[in-house]
């Protein structure tokens, strides 16, 4: 098998943004900048204190911002947060702005608090659901391989929410499979889909959750033409590049201290491509015991 592994380019680290609207009667609008930097991203629920700006630490934080900014219904709220992505750039494909409209986050997120907010949320047994911005990202890379008829998988699944999204992208007719090796996890995940628009996928079949390690993938039903990796490897598994389909793409962040949100790319003839995305920072793909004891 070839390996051939390349650089990121400078595009990658780019910047993000949201928008908290003003009312009628404010004199300018009240824009919120937060930037994704070379070793930062909020895929993790961490301090913010390193952060040279003292209003992050503030009632007049981005958090506070997005807070005013997500009012109204639940996914008159989640389409906001949606369009805050688009409009910045943050997300670019239409298709990716349909399906995060059609699966409102606060259904993933305990009690919906902050659902809105990009940023990590805890879910309980030292586990998380990553920001809106990183769930966008990762859908953009694979969106070419999360077509009607695909299999995609998702290791780490967590809440269900990027599952859920891989569901609605591939449909009825194709297969999307959570794996996640907190049972608890797995039934609270269950339980959040079927209050979701990806309900009846769940019903019929071609969308299921399962408690195992992720680590070793599902073979049941590769190859998959997406895999998605919700936690950072020391290593890329080879189980999972073994699963992967040729022509398939897998997401998936690669390091220890230092993390690397890694692309990996299997041609035809089963060599394999990898490039660096980005910087970022994800809990650790570890036992289910190390995890539950936090790492």
């Given at each position: 098998?070839?390996?051939?592994?390349?650089?990121?380019?400078?595009?990658?680290?780019?910047?993000?943004?949201?928008?908290?609207?003003?009312?009628?009667?404010?004199?300018?609008?009240?824009?919120?900048?937060?930037?994704?930097?070379?070793?930062?991203?909020?895929?993790?629920?961490?301090?913010?204190?390193?952060?040279?700006?003292?209003?992050?630490?503030?009632?007049?934080?981005?958090?506070?911002?997005?807070?005013?900014?997500?009012?109204?219904?639940?996914?008159?709220?989640?389409?906001?947060?949606?369009?805050?992505?688009?409009?910045?750039?943050?997300?670019?494909?239409?298709?990716?702005?349909?399906?995060?409209?059609?699966?409102?986050?606060?259904?993933?997120?305990?009690?919906?608090?902050?659902?809105?907010?990009?940023?990590?949320?805890?879910?309980?047994?030292?586990?998380?659901?990553?920001?809106?911005?990183?769930?966008?990202?990762?859908?953009?890379?694979?969106?070419?391989?999360?077509?009607?008829?695909?299999?995609?998988?998702?290791v780490g699944s967590g809440s269900g929410y990027l599952t859920a999204c891989f569901g609605m992208m591939v449909g009825p007719e194709g297969r999307a499979v959570g794996v996640e090796h907190i049972p608890e996890l797995v039934s609270s995940s269950i339980e959040n889909i079927q209050k979701s628009a990806a309900a009846q996928l769940l019903k019929d079949g071609s969308l299921s959750v399962h408690a195992a390690d992720g680590r070793?993938?599902?073979?049941?039903?590769?190859?998959?033409?997406?895999?998605?990796?919700?936690?950072?490897?020391?290593?890329?598994?080879?189980?999972?590049?073994?699963?992967?389909?040729?022509?398939?793409?897998?997401?998936?962040?690669?390091?220890?201290?230092?993390?690397?949100?890694?692309?990996?790319?299997?041609?035809?003839?089963?060599?394999?491509?990898?490039?660096?995305?980005?910087?970022?920072?994800?809990?650790?793909?570890?036992?289910?015991?190390?995890?539950?004891?936090?790492?």
């Amino acid at each position: 098998m070839n390996t051939v592994i390349t650089t990121p380019s400078a595009r990658h680290n780019f910047f993000f943004f949201f928008l908290s609207p003003h009312s009628s009667s404010s004199s300018s609008p009240s824009t919120t900048l937060f930037f994704h930097s070379p070793h930062y991203s909020p895929s993790l629920s961490t301090s913010f204190s390193f952060f040279q700006n003292p209003n992050f630490l503030t009632g007049n934080s981005l958090f506070h911002s997005m807070q005013r900014f997500c009012s109204g219904s639940s996914m008159s709220r989640n389409k906001a947060m949606v369009e805050s992505l688009q409009r910045y750039g943050v997300i670019r494909s239409n298709k990716v702005a349909e399906v995060m409209e059609s699966i409102d986050r606060a259904l993933f997120v305990p009690n919906g608090a902050g659902a809105y907010i990009d940023s990590p949320m805890s879910i309980g047994y030292n586990a998380t659901i990553s920001a809106p911005h990183m769930h966008a990202m990762c859908l953009q890379l694979l969106e070419k391989n999360l077509q009607p008829g695909m299999h995609a998988l998702d290791v780490g699944s967590g809440s269900g929410y990027l599952t859920a999204c891989f569901g609605m992208m591939v449909g009825p007719e194709g297969r999307a499979v959570g794996v996640e090796h907190i049972p608890e996890l797995v039934s609270s995940s269950i339980e959040n889909i079927q209050k979701s628009a990806a309900a009846q996928l769940l019903k019929d079949g071609s969308l299921s959750v399962h408690a195992a390690d992720g680590r070793k993938g599902w073979p049941e039903f590769a190859p998959y033409d997406a895999i998605h990796v919700g936690a950072a490897a020391p290593e890329i598994p080879q189980a999972l590049i073994d699963q992967l389909k040729p022509g398939g793409r897998m997401v998936i962040p690669v390091g220890n201290m230092f993390q690397d949100l890694k692309v990996v790319d299997k041609k035809s003839d089963g060599s394999i491509s990898i490039h660096t995305e980005t910087s970022v920072r994800y809990v650790p793909l570890t036992s289910r015991e190390d995890q539950l004891r936090g790492f």
